[in-house]
């Protein structure tokens, strides 16, 4: 009688587990990523409201709490630290004057461009043993890894309630 053995069955040591593998290498990329946002002083809260507002120009309030995954509620602290350091302004939504516009400034959107460039430069660091395709290919594992682990937390999290 044979017996299959699944991809995820270790024959190695620890050191080759990939849930083990995912965590140190997580936390390789983590430190360099936080030490990025140290050297231009933003949180990351901040790196996504800025990194967001970069990329889709314009966003109400509400609309840029659902895109960077937080309550509104707490999108407003953050907000008030990029427009007090002048990286972002609150302009009237010309279609609904009680809604807030927000926009990069163009001191906000220098920041962008460089953390953009800078956090591509961590990528290319970290994923240099690889090749394009095999980037694309870690970069698809990974979001339908975070996908599923999204699903299992919000079912736990149901169940829980």
Not at 106 to 122: D, H, M, P, T
């Amino acid at each position: 009688m044979s017996t299959s053995r699944s991809p995820t069955d270790q024959e190695g040591t620890y050191q080759e587990g990939t849930a083990y593998l995912l965590a140190i290498a997580g936390a390789a990329a983590r430190r360099r990523w936080v030490d990025m946002l140290a050297r231009f002083d933003v949180t990351p809260s901040q790196f996504k409201v800025i990194m967001s507002l970069g990329e889709l120009d314009h966003l109400g309030q509400r609309q840029l709490a659902e895109v960077i995954g937080i309550d509104p509620r707490n999108c407003v602290p953050i907000i008030d630290a990029l427009a007090e350091r002048d990286l972002l302004s609150r302009e009237i939504d010309r279609s609904d004057r009680r809604r807030r516009v927000l926009r990069l400034t163009a001191k906000g959107r220098r920041l962008a461009q460089q953390l953009k460039s800078v956090n591509a430069g961590i990528e290319t660091d970290l994923l240099t043993p690889l090749s394009h395709e095999e980037q694309a290919t870690l970069r698809r594992m990974l979001i339908a890894i975070l996908e599923t682990a999204e699903v299992a937390t919000a079912e736990s999290a149901q169940a829980g309630a």
